[in-house]
């Protein structure tokens, strides 16, 4: 159903990647998404109805949309893409899907893919992978930047029953990573995923 993680900490209605023989990655098994990117720390898409407290760390915590009334208060920074995202805000079917919104940080100098997430009724986890930008885009190594995910997950999950949350990065793309093992999917009776934050050493992107 989506992606290529391999978490076997993780339950979810996805697929994790397996062993055997590597074939070409799919970017179409992933699951729809949009993404937003500034170089700044500040939030890039918000609750018009919620008042900030300022805490930056509470800020990054994943949130839910999960109904129109909701998504028509969700208000978007001025940046590239805010229009296609209000747009895929507009096509979500919120009786049958959710958007998941996940916020990462991420090196200046390089780029995210998502390449896979899986859930539970209580839990979700998400898999980047890590490249690096065109070379003609200008950038200071030591940077960082925000970017903000809206993930449309194909089923009604409430909000507050989903307590763990999961996410890690590598400094390999997805391509690279390997495809999802639709023959081995991770079921909705595995063991929900750990509150843990998983990444590679060399990314220190988390």
Same mark, same amino acid.
Request: hydrophobic letters at 30%.
């Given at each position: 159903?989506?992606?290529?993680?391999?978490?076997?900490?993780?339950?979810?209605?996805?697929?994790?990647?397996?062993?055997?023989?590597?074939?070409?990655?799919?970017?179409?098994?992933?699951?729809?998404?949009?993404?937003?990117?500034?170089?700044?720390?500040?939030?890039?898409?918000?609750?018009?109805?919620?008042?900030?407290?300022?805490?930056?760390?509470?800020?990054?915590?994943?949130?839910?949309?999960?109904?129109?009334?909701?998504?028509?208060?969700?208000?978007?920074?001025?940046?590239?893409?805010?229009?296609?995202?209000?747009?895929?805000?507009?096509?979500?079917?919120?009786?049958?899907?959710?958007?998941?919104?996940?916020?990462?940080?991420?090196?200046?100098?390089?780029?995210?893919?998502?390449?896979?997430?899986?859930?539970?009724?209580?839990?979700?986890?998400?898999?980047? =992978?890590?490249?690096?930008?065109?070379?003609?885009?200008?950038?200071?190594?030591?940077?960082?930047?925000?970017?903000?995910?809206?993930?449309?997950?194909?089923?009604?999950?409430?909000?507050?029953?989903?307590?763990?949350? =999961?996410?890690?990065?590598?400094?390999?793309?997805?391509?690279?990573?390997?495809?999802?093992?639709?023959?081995?999917?991770?079921?909705?009776?595995?063991?929900?995923?750990?509150?843990?934050?998983?990444?590679?050493?060399?990314?220190?992107?988390?």
């Amino acid at each position: 159903m989506a992606g290529c993680n391999g978490s076997n900490s993780g339950g979810g209605r996805g697929t994790s990647t397996g062993g055997g023989r590597r074939q070409r990655f799919d970017p179409d098994s992933v699951l729809p998404h949009r993404r937003l990117r500034a170089a700044s720390d500040d939030l890039l898409l918000w609750d018009s109805t919620v008042a900030s407290d300022g805490d930056s760390t509470r800020r990054r915590r994943p949130t839910f949309i999960a109904s129109r009334e909701t998504a028509d208060q969700i208000e978007f920074a001025d940046l590239d893409g805010a229009a296609d995202a209000r747009a895929f805000l507009a096509e979500t079917a919120f009786d049958a899907e959710t958007i998941y919104v996940e916020r990462y940080p991420v090196r200046a100098c390089y780029t995210l893919q998502l390449c896979g997430v899986s859930w539970t009724e209580t839990s979700i986890d998400t898999e980047f =992978g890590r490249i690096l930008r065109d070379a003609d885009v200008a950038c200071e190594a030591d940077a960082r930047e925000s970017t903000a995910w809206l993930i449309r997950i194909p089923e009604v999950l409430d909000p507050d029953r989903i307590t763990n949350y =999961g996410s890690g990065s590598s400094s390999r793309s997805c391509s690279e990573r390997g495809p999802p093992n639709r023959e081995n999917p991770i079921t909705a009776d595995a063991v929900p995923a750990t509150n843990a934050t998983a990444n590679t050493a060399e990314d220190g992107d988390v």
